[in-house]
């Protein structure tokens, strides 16, 4: 079972200095909570923060769940993860975790690949104009763990130092 957290941080200009940015820079991971546990393939957790002087708000934090359907189609560009990031299901129950920045040109690439009890994180930044033609800023930090539904916490991701760990912060999308 593939269990996936998406932690989408959304920023101003005015909050682009370095205390600011400790403070983004130090959310890796949130707990999970629920009451039941779902029967699924994929666990999948989005969360919604943004930062301004006042701090950091929390706006949506969504739990689905998803079975082989929404594994990588190469037929699809779209993922449910979002634009860039496809999951593919491995032989012996691994996952390849496929990544895309601006400059792919649509093609993924293979930045690691989950065995059992494997962790590992994604994260890129973004930054898009809005009709308020003000500039926002994303930080993406997405973890995933390859394990068994049995192994579910609530702070299942609280482990520092992932199994593998790639970063995008080079580019950024123009949109």
């Given amino acids: 079972m593939l269990f996936i957290q998406h932690i989408s941080l959304t920023y101003c200009k005015n909050v682009r200095y370095a205390n600011y940015a400790n403070v983004r820079n130090s959310i890796k991971f949130k707990p999970i909570?629920?009451?039941?546990?779902?029967?699924?393939?994929?666990?999948?957790?989005?969360?919604?923060?943004?930062?301004?002087?006042?701090?950091?708000?929390?706006?949506?934090?969504?739990?689905?769940?998803?079975?082989n359907d929404v594994l990588y189609n190469?037929?699809?560009?779209?993922?449910?993860?979002?634009?860039?990031i496809a999951v593919k299901n491995s032989d012996n129950g691994n996952y390849e975790i496929m990544y895309r920045n601006k400059k792919s040109r649509?093609?993924?690439?293979?930045?690691?690949t989950?065995?059992?009890?494997?962790?590992?994180?994604?994260?890129?930044?973004?930054?898009?104009?809005?009709?308020?033609s003000?500039?926002?800023?994303?930080?993406?930090?997405?973890n995933f763990l390859n394990c068994d539904k049995s192994k579910y916490r609530e702070k299942m991701f609280f482990r520092k130092v992932p199994d593998y760990e790639y970063k995008d912060m080079k580019y950024l999308r123009y949109c």
């Avoid at 393939?41 to 950091?56: A, H, W, Y």
């Avoid at 065995?115 to 898009?128: L, V």
């Fill in 134 to 142: 003000e500039w926002y800023y994303e930080l993406h930090t997405i």
């Fill in 74 to 84: 190469p037929r699809c560009y779209t993922s449910v993860f979002g634009n860039r």
């Fill in 106 to 112: 649509g093609y993924y690439k293979n930045p690691f």
């Fill in 33 to 67: 909570t629920i009451e039941k546990f779902p029967d699924c393939e994929v666990f999948f957790n989005r969360i919604s923060l943004f930062q301004n002087t006042d701090g950091l708000h929390e706006y949506l934090n969504k739990i689905k769940k998803y079975n």
């Fill in 114 to 132: 989950l065995k059992n009890n494997e962790y590992g994180r994604i994260i890129y930044n973004d930054r898009y104009a809005e009709f308020d």
